[in-house]
C-alpha cells in the first residue's frame, strides 16, 4: 500500500501540475493564438523553439536552468537581489522549472502539449466566425472571448489535460532543478527512483501503479469523451 511519504509525494505532484498548468494556459494561449494567425517569417522559427522540448533531453534543459537559476545565474543573481534567494532546490524553483521545461525562454517558448492543440484548435476556426464577429462591431477580445474560445473548447481541454499529465510525469527538469527533498521537492516520478534505488519493488509498484492508471485514464478520456488525437506524445 501507499506509505503517508508516497501520499505526501502525490499531493506534491499534482499541486505543482496544477500550478504550472495554469501558468502554460495563461502564457501558452496568446503565443498559440499568434501562431495559428500570423504570417510572420519568425513563425517557422518559434514553432521550432515550441517543439524543441519534444526532441531535447530533459536533463539537458534542466542543467541549463540549475545555472541560469543558481548564485552566478542571470536569474539567480535578479531573485537574490530581490531578497528571495536562489530558486533551485525549493518549491518555488521546482514549479518553475515544470513550467521552463517548455518555457525556457520564459514567455515565447510554451509548452508543446499546451501550445499545439491551441494551435491546431485555432487554425481549424477559420476566418469567417471572426469576419461575423466584426460585421456585429464586436472588439477584438470580444471576439476572442465570445467566438474564439467556445469554438476552441476541445483545444483549451487538450492542451490542460496534457499539459497537467505531462508535468505530473516529469523526471529529468524536476531532479536537478527541485531536487529530492522531502515533502518539499520530491515528487512521484522521483519518489519511485528513490524506491529502485533502495531495492523497495512493493512500494515503487504501486506509485508506478497509480502514474500508469493516470496516464490510461488521461488518454481515455482524450479518445474517446474529446474525441480527439494528441499531437504530440502525451506523457513522458
Not at 37 to 42: D, E
Not at 48 to 76: D, H, I, K
Not at 95 to 106: D, E, G
Not at 112 to 125: G, N, R, S
Request: net charge neutral.
Amino acid at each position: 500500500m501507499l506509505s503517508p511519504a508516497d501520499l505526501d509525494t502525490l499531493l506534491l505532484t499534482f499541486k505543482v501540475a496544477s500550478i504550472a498548468t495554469l501558468l502554460m494556459m495563461l502564457f501558452g494561449t496568446p503565443l498559440a493564438w499568434w501562431l495559428a494567425r500570423t504570417q510572420s517569417g519568425w513563425k517557422g522559427i518559434v514553432n521550432a523553439v515550441v517543439a524543441l522540448p519534444l526532441v531535447l533531453p530533459p536533463t539537458v534543459l534542466g542543467f541549463y536552468l540549475l545555472v541560469l537559476m543558481g548564485p552566478a545565474g542571470a536569474v539567480g543573481k535578479f531573485t537574490s537581489w530581490l531578497g528571495i534567494g536562489t530558486l533551485p532546490f525549493t518549491f518555488s524553483g521546482l514549479v518553475i522549472a515544470s513550467v521552463l521545461y517548455s518555457l525556457p525562454f520564459v514567455v515565447l517558448y510554451s509548452l508543446p502539449f499546451v501550445v499545439q492543440p491551441l494551435q491546431t484548435a485555432f487554425a481549424a476556426i477559420g476566418e469567417q466566425p471572426l469576419e461575423a464577429a466584426a460585421t456585429l462591431r464586436a472588439r477584438p477580445l470580444d471576439t476572442f472571448f465570445s467566438v474564439v474560445v467556445p469554438l476552441a473548447k476541445p483545444g483549451f481541454m487538450t492542451g490542460a489535460i496534457l499539459g497537467f499529465a505531462h508535468t505530473v510525469g516529469e523526471f529529468g527538469v524536476v531532479l536537478m532543478v527541485g531536487g529530492n527533498i522531502p515533502d518539499k521537492t520530491r515528487v512521484v516520478s522521483v519518489q519511485i527512483y528513490n524506491h529502485v534505488e533502495a531495492l523497495e519493488y512493493s512500494e515503487a509498484h504501486w506509485l508506478a501503479g497509480c502514474l500508469l492508471l493516470f496516464s490510461f485514464s488521461v488518454l481515455l478520456v482524450l479518445y474517446t469523451t474529446l474525441k480527439t488525437h494528441p499531437v504530440a506524445h502525451p506523457v513522458k
